[in-house]
C-alpha cells in the first residue's frame, strides 16, 4: 500500500492539490451526467407518447409543460411476483395500441428487469405514488416535465388543447428514459437541446 502512496506526486498533498483533485473529481462526474444524458437520447429506442399538457412555471428554470400519459393511470394490471416495494422503482412493460388507436398501454408491472420481452413490447423505469396493492394508480417515468423556451408555456398549452400532442421519448435497455422533443398533430415542434 505504501508503494501506491509512494507514486502519487508531492504536489497533490498540498492543500492546491487537494482542491483540484476535488474540484477535478466533480467535473469528471458532471460530464459523466451530461454525457450518459446525451447518450440515451442519441442511442435509445424511440416511442411516441401521447400527452395531455398542463402549464405551471417554475421559479428558478422557467416556463415547463407539466405531462401526463395515458400509461400513467393503472387500473387492474397484472403484477408480477414478487411484488414491487412501494413507492420503489419497478418495471412497466409496455406496448403499442392495436393501429386503429394511437398510443401505448402498460401490460403489466414487475419488480425486477424483465426478460421474456416481445420484439414490440419496451420496459420503462417507474414509480408508483400509492401502494402496489392498490388497484387503481399513478405512475411517475421522470418524463413528466418539459422545459420550453420562456413565454412558450402559454401558448404550447392553447395549441396542444387543439390537437393532439405527444412526447417523443427515449428508452435505453434498462428502461431509463428521456424527452428527446414534442410533437404536436405528428409533426416535431420542440427539441430537446443537448447542452
Do not use: C
Request: charged content about 30%; overall charge positive; aromatic content about 8%.
Amino acid at each position: 500500500m505504501m508503494a501506491y502512496l509512494e507514486k502519487i506526486p508531492a504536489w497533490i498533498w498540498t492543500s492546491k492539490g487537494a482542491v483540484a483533485a476535488v474540484a477535478a473529481l466533480q467535473l469528471v462526474a458532471l460530464g459523466y451526467m451530461v454525457m450518459d444524458r446525451v447518450w440515451l437520447v442519441k442511442t435509445g429506442r424511440e416511442i411516441v407518447l401521447p400527452i395531455a399538457p398542463v402549464d405551471p412555471r417554475d421559479l428558478f428554470k422557467g416556463d415547463f409543460v407539466r405531462l401526463a400519459y395515458p400509461i400513467s393511470r393503472l387500473e387492474n394490471v397484472e403484477i408480477s411476483e414478487p411484488k414491487p416495494h412501494d413507492r420503489a422503482w419497478a418495471y412497466a412493460v409496455i406496448e403499442p395500441l392495436p393501429v386503429k388507436e394511437d398510443g401505448w398501454r402498460v401490460v403489466r408491472i414487475d419488480a425486477q428487469m424483465p426478460r421474456d420481452l416481445k420484439p414490440e413490447q419496451v420496459v420503462l423505469k417507474a414509480k408508483t405514488t400509492s401502494s402496489w396493492s392498490d388497484r387503481r394508480q399513478t405512475l411517475r417515468y421522470g418524463l413528466e416535465r418539459y422545459y420550453v423556451p420562456e413565454g412558450t408555456g402559454l401558448e404550447l398549452e392553447r395549441i396542444a388543447a387543439q390537437r393532439k400532442m405527444a412526447a417523443i421519448v427515449a428508452v435505453d435497455r434498462s428502461g431509463n428514459a428521456a424527452i428527446k422533443g414534442l410533437a404536436i398533430d405528428g409533426k416535431k415542434v420542440y427539441d430537446e437541446p443537448m447542452f
